[in-house]
């Protein structure tokens, strides 16, 4: 089935949800949620256990509002020929349109924390034929393996949704390992893309050679406050801010930095 035609067919499962889902007027306590939504003519698997609720049912009515500054970013800046590094994964619609985009598709690694996530993401993979590879785990440069929370939603029928919150433990890596291991015919001019809140910093903060590999940054925000020292670490190490951040509906800003 074509992807033209598997959008169609998720617009009006989509709809037809979200009509049962309003008329019903339950929607905090819906059960079951679907276990696929389409982003942006990706399908990306989810399971209500672990996404937030929220966010399965904002990408049922809106697929195509979520992290639109992200995107906008990706569609001007992301060089198509060069290798990817992608650090917080989450639930793939990112990753998905990155390797689109890319020539080469293998040429894609991605990074994520949570062991239920990175189920998920071998899903969409297959879902979408995707060159990425996933990799559990967290960047961090304190101890070999760091904890991680995770928050589980258990549906109860009778009630309002409960959760629960679990922690597991995650292998900790570091930027040049990653490179180091990978298969990058080049590992000088990677693009960098960081969707996990304040690890850009830690990355410029820890791996000052930064620039001798990678030639494009990516990185989200949520704080206007966080610029002007993201923007004060990158250029320290080589880097120049290229575009003019703007925040889009939930907030989120998208800084691309390219190396001097």
């Known amino acids: 089935m074509n992807k033209n035609r598997r959008r169609v067919l998720a617009v009006i499962t989509a709809g037809l949800l979200i009509l049962t889902i ?16 389409m982003v942006r003519e990706n399908i990306i698997a989810v399971n209500p256990e672990y996404v937030p609720s929220s966010l399965i049912i904002s990408l049922l009515v809106n697929p195509n509002g979520y992290e639109t500054s992200l995107f906008d970013a990706l569609d001007e800046y992301l060089p198509r020929e060069n290798p990817v590094i992608e650090i917080g994964a989450g639930i793939g619609a990112v990753s998905a349109y990155v390797n689109d985009r890319l020539f080469i598709k293998t040429e894609h690694i991605a990074l994520e924390p949570n062991p239920y996530y990175t189920e998920l993401l071998r899903e969409t993979k297959k879902k979408n034929n995707l060159g990425t590879r996933f990799v559990q785990g967290a960047i961090n440069y304190d101890a070999a393996f760091v904890p991680y929370v995770v928050s589980r939603n258990i549906i109860d029928t009778t009630s ?12 900790s890596l570091m930027l040049s390992q990653i490179i180091r291991d990978s298969t990058f015919v ?27 590999a990678v030639s494009t940054i990516i990185t989200t925000v949520t704080d ?8 004060r670490k990158a250029e320290s190490a080589g880097y120049t801010l290229v575009n003019t951040p703007l925040a889009d509906e939930s907030g989120l800003m998208t800084l691309v930095f390219q190396r001097t």
């Open 224 to 231: 206007s406050d966080e610029i002007f020292e993201l923007r």
């Open 22 to 37: 309003l008329s019903a007027g339950c929607i905090s306590t819906l059960n079951p949620l679907p276990h696929e939504v």
């Open 160 to 171: 309002a949704a409960a959760y629960t919150d679990e922690t597991v433990t995650v292998q």
């Open 186 to 212: 080049d590992k000088t001019n990677i693009t960098l893309i960081v969707d996990a809140e304040g690890v850009c910093e830690e990355i410029l903060d820890n791996e000052p050679a930064l620039s001798s």
